[in-house]
Each structure stands twice: as C-alpha cells, then as structure tokens.
C-alpha cells in the first residue's frame, strides 16, 4: 500500500513558475513508477508525465506533448517524493493535479495504469 500526499499548488500568474511535491508513504517507493496527471473543470483527466522506477529504465522519463520543454518531473526515493517543476505556465494548465504510483508495467499514459492516487492539489494560472 502507498499513500500519496500532493502539495504546493497556488495562484500563479500566467509566465510563471511552480513547483508541486508528491510525499510518499512506504519503504518500497523506489520500486514505484510515478505520474502526474491533472483535470480541469468539464474535462477528463489527463496525462501530464511520467517517471521511471529508478529500477527499471534507470528513472527515465516521458512527457504530453502540451508540457513538453515547460514542465519537469523528478524523484528523490531518499525522500520518498516526486516533483513536478512548471515553467512558463500558460492559462490552460489550470487543473487539479493528481500524483498516482503504478506497480505493473502497464501503458504510461492511461490513468487506469496507475494503483495509487493523491487527493490533487489545485494549480491556478491567471492571465
């Protein structure tokens, strides 16, 4: 079981930048691939990136092309936490962002491939 906790939303304006965690529960965190996914009021939830196990594929990672050269994603497994760094933010990245954990090797972008969810945490960009 692995419990996951999102933090550092906010209000930025459109530009700039954020940084949101993802804490982990568990010892077994780097055996863990992780993803951020977001959904926006009327939409579904969607793919933002994703990152390896460092296990398996040596923590590579893979990106939506809408955050693509914007947006990074990282791990610390000593910390047991996911980042996901935002650059120059634009008005439709305004979402509620979900951190999930996949155990099996399943398609990366699929949100169904993932095991465990966090609560989100609301990103707002104002223009």
């Known amino acids: 079981q692995v419990q996951l906790v999102e933090s550092g939303g906010g209000l930025v304006q459109a530009g700039g930048s954020l940084r949101i965690s993802c804490a982990a529960s568990?010892?077994?965190?780097?055996?863990?691939?992780m993803g951020w996914f977001r959904q926006a009021p009327g939409k579904e939830r969607e793919f933002v990136a994703f990152?390896?196990?460092?296990?398996?594929?040596?923590?590579?990672?893979y990106y939506a092309d809408s955050v693509k050269g914007r947006f990074t994603i990282s791990r610390d497994n000593a910390k047991n936490t996911v980042y996901l760094q935002m650059n120059s933010l634009k008005p439709e990245d305004t979402a509620v962002y979900y951190c999930?954990?996949?155990?099996?090797?399943?398609?990366?972008?699929?949100?169904?491939?993932?095991?465990?969810w966090g609560q989100g945490t609301q990103v707002t960009v104002s223009s």
């Open positions: 568990g010892r077994t965190f780097s055996s863990y691939a």
């Open positions: 999930a954990a996949r155990v099996a090797s399943r398609p990366i972008t699929i949100a169904s491939s993932y095991d465990y």
């Open positions: 990152v390896a196990a460092i296990s398996r594929s040596f923590g590579s990672t």
